[in-house]
């Protein structure tokens, strides 16, 4: 397994060195990405990613948070014991499925219902100019959150199982309301565990490669609308992979796949220290 | 007073529309792979070759090169994944498990399409090109955390008087291992394992440069192959409308196999023989 995880970043430093020693530093800073001309900068990606990896969380976070208490303190026994499977299922659907319906259902959705009426109000705002594609980083966000609920949700739903039943009860007791209960118990007493799920679903928003690429356009800018396409780390890598001609182009998609790599790792390792063996769904 | 109430109940009311907004996509999408599928699938579209667009044609070599490359993938990860997981139960207090034991959790977040780039340059660089081998490498790269994690957490649920008491009819340590804990543990191994088998036969990324695509049937290992997830990838972005109907056949067979196998999964696992 170490080893394993040793020839892993061996192999991506490895083959990403031509491209590490001819650019240094400025790959990271660059925003051209020019493969005719041989000039490489992985900017537009890494902020990509990190841009639509982010609002997958804004809208992704309190969703969870809301099913998790949802399905531990609201839903009668037997509505928990039917949604708790139906929602893990959404992590079990692969995604290039996801991708497909992001295409054919939620792309068109986002243009011709979305956009329309954030433009209208929101125009004001650079994140809402138009014109609206339906191929977007909002769409690609959308589709992320999407994939991390079942993750986010699951984690803090067994993170408010594990609060001691007195403690909730304590606070009722006090006269507190429901809400008053969940703030003033649950979350401080859950919010460790919280946090690691918040960085788990991150870290699978980070690293998605097939949904993301189908829906958000794939075009190398920094933009600025979130209503504009964009392009993401593992998006170009899959993309241009195959039709990389010569090694330094190679090269440097190897390097944003060693970047890639080093990011989803640190959050992956904060999440880690926070919550051990957790099962993830969809996973194991 | 007042106050207070209503915050209650619109936190309430937050809480119930989550769950709700969250069931949207997951029907959409299960409708919509129903509705545009199943009028796509026929034995033709099971047991065919891909066509060009206009005449017809299946996914049925794609059908077989799934199999083929999750068939490899098993191969090369389970029996690892279930070695090195026997490994972290049964001597969990050395420093060298505790390190694999922490590397084990966070591989399983690597980003699929790292595992892609890894077994390029192992298998594709070195050995001439796309293969099928290829593809199932990285798809045992991907695998082998999971499976460790699992086998790990079967067998640690055996408790160490059952260990003991082998351990005192004077069996050796590694009989003790296999034939008291391994089968003791063997449904908690099995069920981790189908699931995580499930989990990586709709991955699509890890393929694109290992298996690559292929549009004639399988013509050996180390050859290009196509995949389920693949094909689907590749129709769901060509320009032709017939193709898009078929990757959504593509999409409907795909995950009747990975549901299917979840739920059996499940409800076996819910029952605990």
Redesign the interface.
């Known amino acids: 397994?170490?080893a394993?995880?040793a020839?892993?970043l061996l192999?991506?430093i490895?083959?990403s060195w031509s491209a590490i020693s001819t650019f240094g530093a400025g790959f990271l800073l660059s925003t051209e990405w020019n493969p005719v001309a041989g000039r490489f900068g992985a900017l537009p990606f890494i902020y990509g990613t990190l841009v639509s990896s982010l609002l997958a969380l804004a809208i992704g976070v309190?969703?969870?948070?809301?099913?998790a208490?949802?399905?531990t303190?609201?839903?009668s026994p037997r509505v928990r014991a039917i949604?708790t499977?139906?929602?893990e299922?959404?992590a079990?659907?692969?995604?290039?499925?996801?991708?497909?319906?992001g295409?054919?259902?939620?792309a068109p959705f986002v243009r011709e219902h979305l956009a329309e009426p954030l433009m209208e109000h929101l125009g004001f705002l650079p994140l809402f100019k138009g014109p609206a594609y339906g191929y977007s980083v909002l769409t690609a966000s959308l589709v992320l959150a999407?994939m991390i609920?079942p993750i986010i949700?699951s984690i803090s739903r067994e993170a408010i199982l594990a609060v001691p039943r007195l403690q909730k009860e304590g606070a009722l007791a006090l006269g507190a309301?429901?809400?008053?209960m969940?703030t003033s118990v649950v979350l401080p007493y859950a919010r460790g565990a919280i946090f690691g799920a918040i960085m788990?679903g991150l870290?699978?928003a980070?690293?998605?490669?097939?949904a993301v690429t189908?829906v958000i356009g794939n075009t190398p800018k920094l933009f600025t609308s979130l209503l504009h396409p964009g392009y993401t780390m593992?998006a170009v890598?899959?993309n241009e992979?195959?039709e990389a001609t010569g090694d330094l182009y190679l090269s440097a998609l190897?390097e944003i796949?060693l970047i890639?790599?080093i990011i989803?790792?640190l959050?992956?390792?904060l999440?880690?220290l926070v919550i051990?063996?957790v099962r993830?769904p969809?996973?194991? | 007073m007042l106050g207070?109430?209503l915050?209650?109940r619109l936190?309430?009311g937050?809480?119930?529309?989550?769950?709700a907004?969250?069931?949207i996509?997951?029907c959409?999408?299960l409708y919509?792979?129903i509705a545009k599928g199943v009028s796509v699938i026929s034995v033709d579209f099971l047991t065919q070759l891909p066509a060009p667009a206009g005449e017809g044609g299946g996914f049925g070599n794609a059908i077989q090169g799934s199999f083929i490359v999750v068939g490899i993938a098993s191969a090369i990860g389970i029996p690892l994944g279930v070695a090195?997981g026997m490994y972290l139960a049964e001597f969990p207090n050395t420093k060298?498990s505790r390190?694999?034991s922490?590397?084990?959790?966070?591989?399983?977040?690597?980003?699929?399409?790292?595992?892609?780039?890894?077994a390029?340059?192992?298998i594709v660089v070195n050995f001439g090109g796309f293969s099928a081998l290829a593809g199932g490498v990285a798809l045992a790269?991907m695998m082998?955390?999971?499976?460790?994690?699992?086998t790990e957490?079967a067998m640690k649920l055996v408790p160490w008087e059952l260990r003991e008491a082998s351990l005192a009819l004077g069996a050796p340590r590694w009989r003790t291992t296999l034939q008291v804990v391994l089968s003791t543990a063997r449904f908690g191994i099995i069920t981790?394992?189908l699931?995580?088998v499930?989990?990586i036969?709709?991955?699509?990324?890890p393929l694109?440069?290992t298996a690559?695509s292929n549009r004639f049937w399988f013509e050996g290992l180390m050859q290009p192959v196509a995949t389920l997830?693949v094909m689907?990838?590749t129709y769901?972005?060509s320009p032709f409308d017939e193709w898009?109907a078929q990757?959504?056949g593509g999409?409907l067979v795909?995950?009747l196999m990975?549901?299917t196998l979840?739920i059996l999964v499940?409800l076996a696992a819910g029952r605990r023989w």
């Open positions: 397994m170490l394993l995880a020839l892993l192999v991506l490895r083959d309190p969703l969870s948070l809301g099913i208490v949802y399905l303190e609201i839903a949604l499977p139906v929602i299922l959404l079990a659907i692969p995604s290039v499925i996801i991708g497909l319906w295409i054919f259902v939620l999407i609920i949700s309301t429901r809400f008053e969940i788990l870290g699978r980070i690293g998605e490669t097939m189908m593992a890598i899959a992979f195959t190897i796949g890639l790599f989803s790792m959050v992956n390792v999440a880690r051990r063996h993830v969809g996973g194991a | 207070r109430k915050a209650d936190f309430t937050f809480c119930i529309a989550s769950a907004l969250a069931l996509p997951l959409s999408m919509t792979i090195a060298l390190a694999v922490f590397t084990a959790d966070v591989l399983t977040g690597v980003p699929s399409i790292i595992t892609g780039i890894f390029y340059a192992l790269t082998i955390p999971f499976i460790v994690r699992t957490e981790g394992t699931l995580t499930a989990r036969a709709g991955e699509t990324a694109l440069f690559f997830p689907i990838y769901a972005i898009h990757a959504w999409a795909l995950v990975i549901l979840n499940r």
